[in-house]
């Protein structure tokens, strides 16, 4: 249309993430002010706007709950010029529209104190893309438990510094990240994709690690790119950023593209074992549970066995058998383990203080 902005599905090309329209806050005929929120879409499980870059008239909407390729059209505006007559304006800081389904968000059963409630879209656009990660992959898990011992007393002797220097603290999961970051370029199937139209698998030379965090209004996969490139209190600060950005809703469409492999840090929330599902075209995905105290039998230098109280996670490696199997698996799992072990982060994090 002559004269109209066109508000797009965030990406480069129509290869990038499909998106869903989760809600038009508008209506067909309104005029707007700038930064009036006009639509919000779920790009790759993150909530993603789109807001008037003017005062302009909405002159058309894609329909609710419609699946968008990247660049696809979202909503159409119409520049309102200056000293123009107007109706009334939506405003930039009105509350969310009601859903176009009409569904009330809470309805009390038959004299029962139950509450019912319907899924939202994210949690149902959730849903679909879980069932059919399920549905088109040949998921297998394998698990170890890793002694972060050493990495909790390092986060201790650490984080004073870091937090007084960098304003960033590391926590046993960064430490971790970064050991994936290390040990992914060694194992190039877990670090690939899966094109399920074309049955061609790609390989990656970089790590661009998805990170999936908890926020009030469901999971969203977040990415830091280029990843391993960042030393371990840099990767804390980027990873640090991103999930406060998510739970705040302040995510740029650049931060939630597709990486190619993710973490799950499942065990904040105190789980102690899980089977993760795939976020597809991804083949792997490793999932952190909660650290513990256990009793565990070392062995020394010499052969002498005893038994010592240590500081344990357990890792879940899901991963899609068309692409990669169990040996697979475990030769990744077997490396990163060396890795936590053998890696000098001490110093890493003394060349970032200095």
């Not at 640090?240 to 904040?268: C, H, I, K, Y």
Request: proline share 6%; with cysteine; charged share 20%.
């Amino acid at each position: 249309m002559t004269g109209t902005v066109a508000l797009t599905v965030p990406g480069a090309d129509a290869d990038g993430p499909p998106a869903v329209l989760l809600e038009v806050a508008v209506e067909q005929g309104q005029e707007v002010l700038s930064g009036t929120t006009v639509a919000r879409l779920v790009v790759d499980k993150a909530d993603v706007e789109l807001t008037a870059p003017m005062t302009a008239r909405v002159e058309q909407t894609a329909r609710v709950g419609a699946v968008l390729a990247a660049g696809a059209t979202v909503a159409v505006l119409r520049p309102i010029e200056q000293g123009a007559p107007r109706g009334p304006l939506g405003r930039s800081d009105a509350g969310p529209a009601m859903g176009a389904d009409g569904v009330p968000q809470q309805r009390p059963t038959d004299g029962q104190d139950d509450r019912v409630e319907p899924l939202s879209r994210l949690r149902r656009t959730i849903a679909r893309t879980m069932m059919a990660s399920l549905s088109t992959t040949a998921q297998l898990t394998s698990v170890v438990s890793l002694d972060v011992t050493h990495l909790m007393q390092l986060r201790a002797r650490w984080n004073p510094r870091l937090l007084a220097q960098l304003g960033v603290k590391v926590s046993p999961f960064h430490l971790l990240a970064r050991a994936v970051c290390l040990s992914l370029p060694r194992h190039p199937v877990m670090n690939s994709w899966v094109d399920e139209a074309t049955e061609q698998v790609t390989f990656h030379d970089y790590v661009d690690l998805g990170v999936a965090v908890d926020t009030p209004r469901g999971l969203v996969v977040v990415t830091v790119p280029r990843a391993e490139q960042q030393h371990v209190s840099r990767l804390a600060s980027s990873v640090q950023d991103l999930a406060s950005r998510a739970r705040a809703g302040d995510l740029r469409p650049t931060d939630v593209r597709r990486g190619t492999f993710t973490l799950s840090n499942t065990g904040s929330n105190g789980t102690s074992f899980g089977t993760p599902i795939l976020h597809p075209p991804q083949v792997g995905l490793l999932a952190t549970y909660a650290i513990e105290r256990r009793a565990v039998v070392r062995t020394d230098p010499d052969g002498t066995e005893a038994i010592a109280v240590r500081s344990m996670l357990n890792l879940a490696l899901t991963y899609d058998h068309r692409v990669a199997d169990g040996a697979d698996a475990g030769r990744f799992l077997t490396d990163l383990r060396w890795v936590v072990a053998e890696h000098d982060f001490e110093a890493e994090l003394s060349a970032a203080c200095t």
